[in-house]
């Protein structure tokens, strides 16, 4: 079990790892995923200090009207109270987390767009407003909007960043928006998270996120190299 443990935590900095946000959307996910690992485990561990203390309990004789009352007791508290309160608190926290990965808008003008096309096994990135196509790899400046437009020209792939947003599904015949909002300069690994066939595992992407300048730089290189 100590193993186990170690395995668990030795991921929690992991490139693929969402315990490392670096966008307002990430961390919107991650607080979901705390929020949800911190009161499950609670709720895990009264159950099983009530199991332990109902096994070591003597046995007593109550009249049937009593047990009848104790039981429909537990069925209102622990069979509908409680996890109606849960689903609640989750989508308490989880509607408004997903909100922000959708594009609704920034206040600063239009988001930038980028057309992603998922294939078995390669993705194709094209920006729209400068003609500038790349293939595994997209370009993002750090503390702007991005929506990424998301199809497939084949079978159902799914577009994820961990460290940047959440995941979305890429349907033939079908655009999805996802909105990304990096903040962090660097380099981000994105991996397809939909089982699309043999080559699944090696479809795998890089996300580049530049300073505005350097940003713009990258995209007047790109312009004249074309």
Same mark, same amino acid.
């Given at each position: /079990?100590?193993?186990?443990? !170690?395995?668990? !935590?030795?991921?929690?900095?992991?490139?693929? &790892?969402?315990?490392?946000?670096?966008?307002?959307?990430?961390?919107?996910?991650t607080t979901v995923w705390w929020g949800m690992l911190i009161g499950f485990s609670a709720?895990?561990?009264?159950?099983? +200090?009530?199991?332990?203390?109902?096994?070591?309990?003597?046995?007593?004789?109550?009249?049937?009207?009593?047990? =009848?009352?104790?039981?429909?007791?537990?069925?209102?508290?622990?069979?509908?109270?409680?996890?109606?309160?849960? /689903?609640?608190?989750?989508?308490?926290?989880?509607?408004?987390?997903?909100?922000? /990965?959708?594009?609704?808008?920034? $206040?600063?003008?239009?988001?930038?767009?980028?057309? +992603?096309?998922?294939?078995?096994?390669?993705?194709?990135?094209?920006?729209?407003?400068?003609?500038? =196509?790349?293939?595994?790899?997209?370009?993002?400046?750090? $503390?702007?909007? +991005?929506?990424?437009?998301?199809?497939?020209?084949?079978?159902?792939? &799914?577009?994820?960043?961990?460290?940047?947003?959440?995941? !979305?599904?890429?349907?033939?015949?079908?655009?999805?928006?996802?909105?990304?909002?990096?903040?962090?300069?660097g380099r981000y690994r994105g991996q397809c998270a939909e089982f699309c066939g043999l $080559?699944?595992?090696?479809?795998?992407?890089?996300?580049?996120?530049? &300073?505005?300048?350097?940003?713009?730089?990258?995209?007047?290189?790109?312009?004249?190299?074309?």
């Open positions: /079990m100590g193993l186990g443990i !170690l395995l668990s !935590l030795s991921g929690c900095s992991h490139d693929y &790892s969402i315990l490392s946000p670096a966008a307002p959307g990430a961390r919107s996910v709720v895990m561990l009264a159950v099983v +200090v009530l199991w332990l203390l109902a096994i070591r309990r003597p046995p007593t004789d109550l009249p049937a009207k009593v047990v =009848r009352k104790h039981q429909r007791r537990w069925l209102l508290w622990g069979g509908l109270a409680l996890p109606v309160s849960a /689903m609640a608190l989750v989508l308490a926290y989880g509607i408004p987390a997903g909100q922000r /990965m959708l594009p609704l808008g920034t $206040g600063n003008g239009d988001a930038l767009r980028v057309n +992603v096309t998922a294939r078995q096994w390669q993705w194709d990135v094209y920006y729209p407003d400068s003609g500038i =196509r790349l293939e595994d790899e997209l370009h993002l400046p750090a $503390g702007e909007a +991005v929506d990424v437009y998301l199809t497939s020209v084949d079978v159902i792939h &799914s577009f994820w960043v961990p460290r940047l947003g959440g995941k !979305l599904d890429m349907l033939p015949g079908r655009t999805n928006v996802l909105r990304l909002e990096p903040d962090t300069p $080559g699944h595992a090696h479809m795998k992407f890089s996300v580049v996120v530049h &300073s505005p300048d350097a940003f713009r730089a990258w995209q007047q290189q790109e312009r004249m190299d074309d």
